[in-house]
């Protein structure tokens, strides 16, 4: 059989193999919904444009409604002879409302129906996926509230630097995803243009209204260049771009979760909800939810890469090449739904060995600085030669195998005459963090009341969200 929408040029149908490395209906069905929703508002503005009659727009737009219900139902049969989404459900329209369904294209090509639909399946995913980041900020910020004042060591080259607060480390994932998000609302307002009506690539004789298809779709305002509007898909590179940023920083805290619930830190445990047990050994407990956010990050990054790739060396406008958009973006954006979901459960999941933490915050003179401040501040040392000195401390504690507290009087005096008995107030860790009250510092009240801030605004916008009208 010859194509039904080409067929008055072709005679013959295609090859298998054309078939084969043509068809995109076993990914493309994904946009039935968008698909059906752009060809719902273009024969709407076809039919307030004059340009089909009330009586087939109705019978069209009875059609797709239909369609949608199959689909939705699961009784409709996605065909790979009929290539993609778009042709799927035109001809199944014209089966269900006769040959007026051949009007439906009027002034559209599939370059722009696809270019659409995508835009509109890119955006709304955009949408849900800031809503989970928010979500997972939420869930960050409860327990770092939670652990404002446990103590932990806070890392530099993964050695043990100074000690910080729990809940300051979790804040600052949670101003990590607050950027994530802000990124992609900045990228949903470029993307937020509708490209329907430029048809081929020229736009098109038809006296069709782009800003009416565009208002009903929910878009800002029609694209301004046809050969752009069908030719790009940087819409879908922001948003890959964005989603590849998150995801590192979810498979940064999926790595630390891996290092916290070893035996060797044991600052952290996740139930039998967030983690596996081995075949063979049975004392094992595995975070494989961690893993994989760490492991998908993979993927993520794959899809963004590939279709730069893809991108690259196309002359405007449509290429077939650009059908290869499409499974990258789903899979990217589908895995890090995923992974925000498995980080919250995670995140939640978790419980906190304070005790360990702050052993481990002690441990490795983690409190050094705090001593060549003390230095600064009393004797007023110039900052440098107070490190010196503490170097030379630290070094002494080295030999001895203990920690500075251990250190007597006398032998720190041997290093500076003018250390007296108060300066080992600074060298607790509790001491260490309270410390730390300059602006962003670590002291558990500066945590506390960074903890209540972020909770009070994402609890807001939540509310916010719940009133807001659907569909607004
Ligand atoms: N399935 C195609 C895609 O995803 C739709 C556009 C086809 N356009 C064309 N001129 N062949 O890109």
């Excluded at 060809?39 to 307030?48: G, Q, Y």
């Excluded at 060591?153 to 000690?163: K, N, R, V």
């Excluded at 000195?389 to 005459?417: F, I, K, Q, W, Y």
Aim: glycine share 8%; aromatic share 6%.
């Amino acid at each position: 059989m010859s194509n039904k929408m080409w067929g008055g040029r072709f005679g013959a149908a295609p090859d298998a193999i054309m078939q084969e490395i043509n068809a995109s209906i076993d990914f493309d069905r994904k946009l039935a919904r968008q698909d059906i929703a752009a060809s719902k508002a273009h024969v709407a503005m076809l039919r307030a444009q004059g340009i089909v009659t009330p009586q087939a727009a109705g019978d069209i737009s009875t059609g797709l409604s239909t369609i949608s219900g199959e689909i939705a139902a699961g009784s409709f049969t996605f065909s790979r002879a009929l290539e993609d989404i778009h042709m799927n459900v035109e001809s199944r329209l014209a089966t269900l409302a006769g040959a007026d369904a051949g009007r439906l294209h009027t002034a559209r090509s599939r370059n722009d129906q696809v270019a659409v639909d995508f835009r509109l399946w890119v955006r709304d995913t955009a949408d849900a996926l800031d809503a989970q980041m928010r979500d997972l900020q939420v869930a960050l910020a409860t327990r770092a509230r939670e652990h404002a004042k446990t103590i932990m060591p806070g890392f530099t080259h993964l050695q043990t630097a100074q000690p910080v607060t729990f809940g300051h480390h979790l804040l600052a994932y949670v101003e990590m995803l607050a950027r994530d998000r802000a990124r992609l609302k900045d990228a949903r307002v470029r993307l937020n243009e509708c490209p329907l009506g430029a048809a081929a690539l020229a736009g098109t004789s038809f006296p069709i209204d782009r800003h009416m298809t565009a208002r009903e779709l929910g878009f800002d305002r029609p694209t301004a260049n046809s050969l752009d509007s069908v030719s790009v898909r940087d819409f879908a590179l922001e948003v890959l771009s964005c989603a590849a940023i998150c995801a590192m920083h979810l498979s940064r805290l999926a790595e630390e979760i891996v290092l916290w619930v070893t035996p060797q830190f044991g600052f952290v445990a996740l139930s039998d909800a967030f983690t596996t047990g081995s075949s063979i050994m049975p004392q094992k407990r595995n975070p494989d939810a961690a893993e994989l956010v760490r492991g998908k990050t993979g993927r993520i990054y794959g899809a963004l890469t590939g279709l730069l790739v893809v991108m690259k060396g196309l002359p405007l406008t449509y290429s077939k090449d650009m059908q290869e958009d499409k499974e990258g973006t789903f899979d990217a954006l589908e895995s890090l739904s995923l992974c925000l979901a498995a980080m919250r459960g995670m995140i939640l999941d978790l419980t906190v060995d304070a005790r360990r933490m702050k052993k481990a915050a002690g441990a490795g003179y983690a409190t050094a600085t705090d001593l060549a401040d003390w230095l600064v501040a009393r004797l007023n040392l110039p900052f440098r030669e107070a490190h010196h000195a503490t170097g030379r401390l630290v070094a002494m504690a080295e030999a001895r195998g203990c920690g500075l507290e251990d250190l007597t009087l006398e032998e720190m005096n041997s290093v500076h005459p003018g250390i007296t008995a108060g300066i080992y107030a600074v060298l607790g860790v509790r001491r260490s963090v309270e410390s730390r009250v300059s602006y962003g510092g670590t002291a558990p009240k500066n945590v506390m009341s960074q903890a209540r801030r972020w909770l009070a605004r994402l609890t807001k916008e939540v509310k916010a969200e719940a009133t807001k009208e659907p569909g607004a």
